[in-house]
């Protein structure tokens, strides 16, 4: 990523939040790197070096400031191939996948040569996968301590590293200080019984349609939507342990941040945990950017996000289940679904009972048994198929890699055509240009007819026609 620095420092002197996350800046003569929000006193212009990432800072000699903390700044959204690669990979680095198999098998997961994925990754952020990985893990790490009570070898633990004494060398080399330091007079103990933790975003926010959107569609014994909040449960697959567990996400608008309850039981997969929820509630849009497209279509609802999930597999089911029926009817087969088919949860306390269905538990189900629960044959063997696609490791339905190969592989499943390819590429594969050209409301709200005249007209939205569609969706509410 180029940095034009007198725009930076324009930035930095007008603490533009638009500009949060999108640039770091190093004050030489503090040894300190900063968000363009920060509050301290303006550095002088000749003492600001400015850096794409917060590993490009720290891969420079800079620590992240204790006021602002870096940590906290929101992610942004991409748009071209080499940048949505790039992108890919944070998201899997995020997950874990460097925990297992190191450089090669992060490459083997977005479909590139690790080569090739070093030379991308400097491009965007200015430093390697691995130097990445290590500054999130740190700043994770840096978190926990300072906002948990978390014992120090949980926090090492939780934060990606493989023991406590690589953690303290690391964080004591980066930061030039102990981890105890940061918890000052914080009593430990005990794990607690949830972790909390703020994820920001870029304002507006509108909470209200994304609430709205999760909660028409939540399924039952998965999910729960109150009138202030959203519940899910949670499975994450690390270094062969099944975690599981609740998260609960509320607004928090004088923050400008979602607040993220996770249980204690998924402590040692935050990271993987807290990407759910960037995806989930689309924490990396930046507003401006798609209103400046989208124009008067953005107008009426500004800061509509398109609504992600915590798991590409279930997302792809409900696209299944939801063809041709109203939502109440995809909501009711689904909670059927998961409550025969899904695992009870250990920790399970009111509306939250049921992990959804894994793929290899659909892949072996008899279409009779589908069938039970309310599903066609059509759409029992279109979900068997998925299923043993996804436990195969032919599909991955994840933010990464190759849209365009991924929905071809949706497409040539049984049971799975354009619509329901392009949904699951507005939810699951995150893509800000997917676009459902063959759905109703769309045609109706445009006033076309036929598919291919809603494509034509969509083009005037592009990059981001995901949002258009959502726009399109709410306002025929």
Not at 426 to 450: C, I, K, Q, S
Request: aromatic letters at 8%; hydrophobic letters at 45%.
């Amino acid at each position: 990523m180029t940095l034009d620095p007198d725009a930076c420092y324009r930035a930095l002197a007008a603490h533009d939040a638009r500009f949060d996350g999108r640039f770091y800046v190093g004050v030489s003569s503090t040894g300190i790197y900063c968000r363009p929000i920060c509050n301290v006193r303006m550095p002088r212009r000749e003492n600001c070096l400015f850096f794409p990432s917060a590993a490009a800072a720290e891969a420079a000699g800079y620590r992240p400031c204790l006021r602002c903390r870096p940590e906290l700044a929101p992610g942004h959204a991409s748009v071209d191939a080499a940048e949505r690669l790039a992108r890919g990979a944070v998201n899997l680095i995020e997950n874990g996948v460097m925990d297992d198999g190191g450089i090669e098998a992060l490459a083997a997961r977005v479909g590139v040569t690790s080569r090739h994925l070093r030379r991308i990754f400097e491009t965007e952020y200015g430093v390697s996968p691995v130097e990445y990985a290590q500054t999130q893990r740190l700043l994770l790490a840096k978190r926990l301590l300072t906002d948990t009570a978390l014992p120090v070898t949980q926090v090492a633990l939780a934060s990606g590293f493989a023991s406590v004494r690589r953690f303290n060398d690391l964080f004591r080399t980066r930061y030039r200080m102990a981890p105890s330091r940061l918890r000052k007079d914080r009593a430990t103990g005990a794990l607690p019984a949830t972790l909390v933790f703020l994820l920001a975003y870029r304002a507006p926010y509108d909470w209200k349609g994304i609430h709205e959107f999760l909660g028409r569609r939540a399924i039952a014994g998965v999910e729960s939507v109150t009138e202030d909040g959203y519940a899910r449960t949670v499975a994450v697959r690390h270094r062969g342990t099944l975690h599981t567990g609740r998260v609960d996400v509320r607004h928090a608008p004088r923050k400008g941040a979602l607040t993220i309850s996770v249980a204690a039981t998924l402590a040692p997969v935050v990271p993987a945990v807290l990407s759910r929820v960037k995806h989930a509630f689309d924490l990396a849009c930046d507003p401006a950017q798609v209103a400046q497209v989208l124009g008067p279509l953005a107008a009426r609802y500004p800061g509509l996000r398109v609504p992600g999930t915590f798991d590409g597999f279930e997302l792809a089911v409900r696209a299944i289940v939801g063809q041709q029926v109203s939502v109440r009817g995809a909501r009711t087969v689904l909670g059927r679904l998961a409550s025969v088919f899904g695992t009870p949860l250990a920790q399970g306390d009111g509306a939250l009972t049921h992990l959804f269905p894994a793929p290899d538990r659909l892949a072996e189900a008899p279409v009779a048994e589908l069938a039970r629960v309310g599903l066609t044959g059509a759409r029992a063997r279109a979900i068997i198929a998925l299923a043993q696609a996804v436990a195969d490791g032919m599909l991955v339905l994840e933010p990464e890699g190759d849209i365009d190969a991924t929905v071809a592989r949706l497409l040539a499943l049984p049971g799975i055509g354009a619509w329901t390819a392009q949904y699951i590429a507005m939810r699951a594969l995150r893509w800000p240009d997917a676009f459902p050209a063959g759905d109703l409301v769309v045609r109706r709200m445009l006033n076309t007819p036929r598919p291919a005249q809603a494509l034509e007209k969509s083009r005037q939205w592009q990059p981001w026609r995901a949002y258009a569609v959502m726009h399109l969706w709410r306002s025929a509410q």
